[in-house]
């Protein structure tokens, strides 16, 4: 160690310090400001890819607090710095970022970064590495191919983050000192994790139309509804990842949202970009064979699912009618997908029982961010004192919505579609009784999460959803 501790230790940051790229981060922070700048952005990277980060970084605030930091490795640093070495970070990032990054951490001797004209990669890096310490005067961490370079005149190895193959040919051209393996979960499982697949439930409404019109025994109508999950399904997913991507900062700041695949630097930016088109593409392929009007309204789910991610989520109160809009969007592409006309009755009950649930996600994090003893809610534009508001919408939402339902039953319109009707009295009971407990457990900070989510695994929910259906069989 006595030989070591005299040996410069410089650190690579992108994909070694952070599980992340400072430049996918910064551009999404950037695009997630304007838009507008995706104009832009084209004609900076002719000029270059320093040019580019140059730009980027002359135009976004970079939290370095909320980066997501390869813990282990970080400790082994300060470890190493209170031994007495030094340690310097050097990076392709460009140096307003960098020199953000080492005043947050307090432990680097000095910065070699990109600056405006120079994209500091590779041979390049070497270069001012060797100029700086001498060839063999210096220890490299490193996680990347590009990194092979750095390590041909580097004393020593340092891999992190990096595959047994990229280990062995470090080990080829320079002594590997120590290695950090990639934590987390796989590539695989966190695609998934980050595709949301649970909330695909949600995309049982668009079944309802097929139901409330008595078609389940239709082949044709069920293979269209069917097409239509599935393609709301991987819209869905599309955007879930965009949203995920462009709320890095705010997510990495929330106590459940931090553990999402992007967030906490388990699944590469990388990634997201290349699956976000891919499954839109996917869905409008599922799509194709169904009516035009379904492909208006799959087209209108998406365009507000993006202003969402990109604005309305940040509005107050907006947030939660765009979200009971959303899942009302969901029954209405059930009635286009099999051609069925729409029922005032069930689009009156749909906003005013998913305005009620969006108003309970709400509540649940801000609550949880009191039990925190945080004042707001990062990215939402919510107080603390909004809560007893909040709590009075929900429940007089979830109540009209009972209301709706009685209306519903004791009109001419019912008669005709079920033999005995007024069994389904029965559900505005079961109904009454489920918004009140949801609005209970949510009060008591017993609600973790999406509310939809949290019925499809709360037995009493699954319960009163079977007697529900059996009502409905029994009346029909």
Same mark, same amino acid.
């Given at each position: 160690?006595?030989?070591?501790?005299?040996?410069?230790?410089?650190?690579?940051?992108?994909?070694?310090?952070?599980?992340?790229?400072?430049?996918?981060?910064?551009?999404?922070?950037?695009?997630?400001?304007?838009?507008?700048?995706?104009?832009?952005?084209?004609?900076?990277?002719?000029?270059?890819?320093?040019?580019?980060?140059?730009?980027?970084?002359?135009?976004?605030?970079?939290?370095?607090?909320?980066?997501?930091?390869?813990?282990?490795?970080?400790?082994?640093? !300060?470890?190493?710095?209170?031994?007495?070495?030094?340690?310097?970070?050097?990076?392709?990032?460009?140096?307003?970022?960098?020199?953000?990054? *080492?005043?947050?951490?307090?432990?680097?001797?000095?910065?070699?970064?990109?600056?405006?004209?120079?994209?500091?990669?590779?041979?390049?890096?070497?270069?001012? /590495?060797?100029?700086?310490?001498?060839?063999?005067?210096?220890?490299?961490?490193?996680?990347?191919?590009?990194?092979?370079?750095?390590?041909?005149?580097?004393?020593?190895?340092?891999?992190?983050?990096?595959?047994?193959?990229?280990?062995?040919?470090?080990?080829?051209?320079?002594?590997?000192?120590?290695?950090?393996?990639?934590?987390?979960?796989?590539?695989?499982?966190?695609?998934?994790?980050?595709?949301?697949?649970?909330?695909?439930?949600?995309?049982?409404?668009?079944?309802?139309?097929?139901?409330?019109?008595?078609?389940?025994?239709?082949?044709?109508?069920?293979?269209?509804?069917?097409?239509?999950?599935?393609?709301?399904?991987?819209?869905?997913?599309?955007?879930?990842?965009?949203?995920?991507?462009?709320?890095? !900062?705010?997510?990495?700041?929330?106590?459940?949202?931090?553990?999402?695949?992007?967030?906490?630097?388990?699944?590469?930016?990388?990634?997201?970009?290349?699956?976000?088109?891919?499954?839109?593409?996917?869905?409008?392929?599922? *799509?194709?064979?169904?009516?035009?009007?379904?492909?208006?309204?799959?087209?209108?789910?998406?365009?507000?699912?993006?202003?969402?991610?990109?604005?309305?989520?940040?509005?107050?109160?907006? %947030?939660?009618?765009? /979200?009971?809009?959303?899942?009302?969007?969901?029954?209405?592409?059930? +009635?286009?997908?099999?051609?069925?006309?729409?029922?005032?009755?069930?689009?009156?009950?749909?906003?005013?029982?998913?305005?009620?649930?969006?108003?309970?996600?709400?509540?649940?994090?801000?609550?949880?961010?009191?039990?925190?003893?945080?004042?707001?809610?990062?990215?939402?534009?919510?107080?603390?004192? %909004?809560?007893?508001?909040?709590?009075?919408?929900?429940? *007089?939402?979830?109540?009209?919505?009972?209301?709706?339902?009685?209306?519903?039953?004791?009109?001419?319109?019912?008669?005709?579609?079920?033999?005995?009707?007024?069994?389904?009295?029965?559900?505005?009971?079961?109904?009454?009784?489920?918004?009140?407990?949801?609005?209970?457990?949510?009060?008591?900070?017993?609600?973790?999460?999406?509310?939809?989510?949290?019925?499809?695994?709360?037995?009493?929910?699954?319960?009163?959803?079977?007697?529900?259906?059996? +009502?409905?069989?029994?009346?029909?």
């Amino acid at each position: 160690m006595a030989n070591k501790l005299n040996t410069p230790l410089c650190v690579d940051l992108d994909g070694t310090l952070i599980h992340s790229d400072l430049l996918l981060e910064t551009f999404l922070l950037l695009v997630k400001r304007n838009p507008v700048y995706l104009l832009l952005i084209i004609a900076w990277l002719l000029g270059g890819k320093a040019s580019l980060k140059a730009e980027i970084a002359k135009r976004v605030n970079l939290n370095p607090a909320a980066l997501p930091y390869n813990l282990a490795f970080l400790d082994w640093l !300060e470890k190493q710095r209170a031994a007495g070495r030094e340690l310097w970070l050097c990076t392709a990032s460009n140096y307003r970022l960098a020199n953000l990054v *080492a005043e947050h951490l307090q432990i680097f001797t000095g910065v070699f970064a990109s600056t405006d004209t120079l994209n500091l990669s590779g041979r390049k890096k070497a270069q001012q /590495l060797a100029e700086k310490f001498g060839v063999n005067g210096f220890d490299y961490c490193g996680n990347h191919r590009v990194d092979l370079a750095v390590w041909e005149v580097s004393q020593a190895a340092v891999v992190v983050n990096a595959s047994e193959i990229l280990t062995k040919t470090a080990a080829s051209l320079t002594e590997v000192s120590a290695t950090f393996p990639k934590s987390g979960s796989n590539l695989f499982h966190s695609m998934l994790k980050a595709l949301r697949l649970h909330q695909w439930a949600k995309n049982v409404l668009i079944f309802v139309p097929l139901i409330a019109a008595h078609k389940i025994s239709d082949p044709l109508a069920i293979n269209h509804a069917l097409l239509a999950f599935l393609a709301f399904g991987l819209c869905a997913s599309s955007v879930y990842l965009l949203n995920d991507m462009l709320d890095l !900062e705010d997510d990495r700041q929330h106590y459940r949202k931090s553990k999402r695949p992007f967030a906490a630097g388990d699944l590469s930016l990388l990634v997201g970009f290349a699956l976000v088109p891919t499954l839109l593409l996917a869905a409008v392929l599922f *799509a194709v064979s169904l009516p035009k009007l379904f492909w208006g309204v799959l087209g209108a789910y998406y365009g507000l699912t993006v202003a969402y991610s990109f604005a309305l989520k940040r509005l107050v109160l907006v %947030d939660t009618i765009t /979200l009971a809009g959303l899942y009302t969007v969901r029954i209405v592409a059930g +009635a286009m997908a099999i051609s069925v006309p729409l029922s005032f009755w069930l689009l009156l009950f749909s906003i005013f029982l998913f305005y009620s649930l969006a108003l309970v996600k709400r509540y649940a994090e801000l609550d949880a961010m009191q039990r925190q003893g945080k004042l707001t809610a990062v990215g939402r534009g919510y107080h603390i004192e %909004d809560l007893p508001i909040l709590h009075s919408l929900g429940a *007089a939402s979830g109540s009209l919505c009972v209301l709706v339902l009685a209306l519903y039953i004791n009109s001419p319109s019912v008669e005709p579609l079920y033999r005995y009707p007024q069994v389904l009295w029965l559900l505005c009971v079961l109904l009454l009784y489920w918004i009140s407990r949801t609005w209970l457990k949510t009060h008591r900070g017993e609600m973790h999460g999406d509310p939809v989510v949290f019925a499809l695994k709360d037995k009493t929910s699954l319960i009163i959803g079977m007697l529900a259906v059996l +009502a409905v069989i029994a009346a029909t």
